[in-house]
């Protein structure tokens, strides 16, 4: 079985939103998305528990019309 790295202090993509922070905004940045990411991922599994997935709007186009495609 592959052995999982362990997970990085700073995340590439934190690093590469913000080129020219110090290490401490970067680490201070990477935790702050986990977080965000966190209570996202709480949301959805709540969502999903309840059965209420399909509330979620449609992102519509930017005159407000909703492509027919996306609608059920």
Known sequence: MKEQSPIPEI???VRHWMP???E???K???VN???YL???YRIFL???AENR???ICVISDVDGRVNESNNK
Do not use: K, N, P, Y
């Open 11 to 13: 995340a590439d993509i």
């Open 20 to 22: 020219d922070a110090s």
């Open 24 to 26: 401490d905004e970067l």
């Open 28 to 30: 201070e940045a990477t």
């Open 33 to 35: 998305l986990r977080e």
């Open 38 to 40: 966190a209570v996202i």
């Open 46 to 48: 709540r969502l999903e």
């Open 53 to 55: 997935l399909d509330e």
